[in-house]
């Protein structure tokens, strides 16, 4: 279970170094109707750090189940998984313009 829990944290971070590589290639070399090329870059970038933070959270809550679970490591889990979240939550704020749990509006 640690392997998967690497494995895991190792993708995570490819994404997000990969990711704005990605990102970058998008904003030069496509053609974007509307001239929203800055727009598109940076909701590429933000998808590619919150996918990132998703496989990061994963590996860390695999990593503490796996190994003997400590008040000490859960405390530690808890509050990574916090400041994660938060950072998930601002991110797709920034992005999207809106919470999560609002409701798409016709025509997005």
């Given at each position: ?20 590589f990605f990102a ?8 974007h109707e509307d ?74």
């Amino acid at each position: 279970m640690g392997l998967a829990a690497i494995t895991i944290e190792v993708a995570g971070v490819l994404v997000m170094v990969i990711g704005p590589f990605f990102a970058l290639y998008r904003y030069f070399f496509h053609e974007h109707e509307d001239g929203s090329t800055y727009r598109t870059f940076r909701h590429d970038l933000g998808k590619a750090i919150l996918l990132g933070l998703e496989f990061l959270v994963a590996g860390d809550i695999i990593a503490t189940v796996s190994t003997a679970p400590k008040m000490e490591n859960v405390l530690v889990l808890a509050v990574i998984v916090v400041i994660r979240t938060f950072l998930s939550l601002s991110l797709q704020v920034e992005l999207e313009g809106k919470w999560p749990w609002q409701k798409r509006e016709i025509g997005d």
